[in-house]
């Protein structure tokens, strides 16, 4: 089966799959960074910030099952240890260690943007070589931009709540 996926990618599929597991470690790093910052985040606008930050998390798994899903159709495997997330991440792990609302928000603010030009690097690669992996990439990089825009958004009314109580 996975000759058929491979048969079609008009590029290395081993460098493919290589950027794939770097976008996969990204994805649940992301998944956990989320994840805990929706249980430690306090101050103002806490439980909008948590269940912005919940949502989050759920869509980065399903990113995460995406790009699993198509290394296994490329005839790769997927990153196997939690140990290797850290050694191939392109974007790293921001632990919440301030649990103050704005520094969780300009975390993951942050992520975001890496997850996009990661993903835009991505879009430029499978382009014309793997239209099965653009799709994906083009269904994720629209969530990431998503996903900036609602933390920006969140860090804007917090601000101007902030602003406002002065």
Do not use: F
């Amino acid at each position: 089966m996975a000759e058929i996926g491979r048969s079609i990618v008009k590029m290395d599929v081993d460098k493919l799959i290589d950027l794939l597991n770097k976008a996969l470690a990204d994805e649940w790093l992301a998944y956990y960074q989320y994840w805990i910052g929706a249980k430690v985040v306090k101050g103002p606008m806490k439980d909008a910030v948590t269940s912005e930050l919940q949502l989050h998390a759920t869509e980065e798994l399903t990113h995460a099952v995406l790009l699993a899903d198509r290394i296994i159709q490329l005839g790769g495997i997927p990153v196997l240890s939690p140990d290797e997330w850290s050694k191939i991440t392109n974007c790293g792990y921001d632990a919440p260690s301030d649990p103050y609302v704005e520094v969780i928000l300009d975390q993951n603010i942050k992520g975001e943007q890496c997850a996009i030009r990661t993903y835009s690097k991505l879009l430029d690669v499978t382009h014309e070589a793997d239209p099965v992996t653009y799709n994906i990439v083009l269904q994720i990089i629209t969530d990431e931009v998503e996903h900036e825009e609602d933390l920006a958004a969140l860090k804007e009314d917090l601000e101007m709540m902030l602003i406002k109580r002065k």
